[in-house]
């Protein structure tokens, strides 16, 4: 089982790090990350990585913690899959991770146990070339999982210089969906902006980029199909970050019995919609979206109309992340019911 080490270099095979982005979030890459830091890639035995569960619960950003936060955390990991394409153009689809453990050791600290899974082992472990590396710290600050991506994408071309990438495998890799950005100054503001910035001052690289164009001539009109990188060196970055600190700088939890009833923190009138919000919110928060349903006369309208909106949150943030769930749901239910 791997330990924390001091150092935190993170080795990572090519054919590894080309695939298409398998929809991680921003909190699931951080932790893809964290995880090839803590095992030895010239040794697969070390494929067992333990965190303390405090630790795992700050990487992954979860500020108020029951048994079922940790449980959706741990199936959204072990859902990750990724197609490894065979040599006649097809390919191989399998899991990243096989195996999760919760449990307490023997002085009563809990913990979180994750093990790669058998058919990932060739992507992690004893490769002998085409893999590149760098150090933990340059992953931590990052601000989007689209971030993170161009980091390792570019990173993997340091010693080249340059990295041409077709426009739509690019979008791809970086897990851009079709519908987002379609337009190219959008995502040129959006995406690769926003990435240039956060790289220059939170990472050991920078890079400026140029588009090119289908066709001949000199027009503008003619459609971006490529976009060429310039990768450099990068002096200038924010202080290094430890993995002791990242965890650190994160929210404390609040960490919750298992075995309570999470539906005694609220008022008898609220318990009915609280379950609609899988008791997420607190007895106040849950009056605000109370009196927000009011235009609904009958309960069990309302009950569902919650819900509804409350499943559409969680898909939201599963694409990006939201900040304070709360205040989005809010608005969400004022949205219709309060024009």
Not at 129 to 135: D, I
Not at 153 to 166: A, M, N, S
Not at 167 to 180: A, C, V, Y
Not at 249 to 272: A, C, H, S, V
């Amino acid at each position: 089982m791997a330990k924390i080490k001091k150092q935190y270099k993170v080795e990572k095979y090519n054919t590894l790090n080309e695939m298409r982005s398998n929809n991680m979030t921003l909190q699931e890459l951080r932790f893809f990350s964290i995880y090839l830091s803590l095992i030895n890639a010239r040794n697969p035995e070390t494929r067992l990585v333990r965190f303390d569960l405090l630790e795992f619960q700050r990487i992954m950003e979860l500020s108020r913690v029951q048994a079922k936060d940790i449980k959706d955390t741990i199936d959204s990991l072990l859902c990750k899959i990724v197609h490894v394409p065979t040599q006649r153009g097809g390919f191989s689809a399998f899991q990243l991770f096989k195996r999760c453990k919760v449990d307490q050791d023997d002085d009563g600290i809990w913990f979180v146990e994750i093990d790669a899974h058998d058919d990932a082992l060739p992507l992690m472990f004893e490769f002998k070339n085409k893999y590149f590396t760098y150090q933990l710290w340059n992953a931590l600050r990052l601000k989007s999982a689209n971030q993170v991506r161009m980091y390792e994408l570019l990173k993997q071309y340091e010693k080249i210089g340059e990295r041409k990438l077709p426009l739509e495998d690019l979008r791809l890799m970086l897990g851009i969906e079709p519908h987002e950005y379609p337009k190219w100054d959008r995502f040129r503001h959006r995406v690769l902006e926003a990435c240039q910035e956060a790289l220059a001052e939170y990472t050991d690289i920078k890079f400026t980029y140029e588009p090119i164009r289908k066709g001949i001539g000199k027009g503008t009109g003619r459609k971006i199909t490529h976009v060429k990188f310039i990768i450099e060196k990068n002096e200038n970055h924010t202080d290094k970050l430890s993995l002791e600190n990242f965890i650190n700088l994160q929210p404390e939890t609040e960490i919750i019995d298992e075995y309570e009833d999470p539906l005694e923190q609220y008022e008898e009138y609220l318990k009915f919609y609280a379950e609609a919000c899988d008791c997420e919110f607190s007895n106040l928060e849950m009056t605000v979206l109370f009196n927000c349903l009011t235009p609904i006369k009958d309960e069990f309208k309302r009950y569902h109309y919650l819900k509804g909106h409350y499943d559409n949150l969680n898909l939201e943030a599963s694409k990006k992340k939201i900040n304070n769930r709360f205040a989005y749901l809010k608005k969400m239910v004022r949205k219709e019911l309060w024009p």
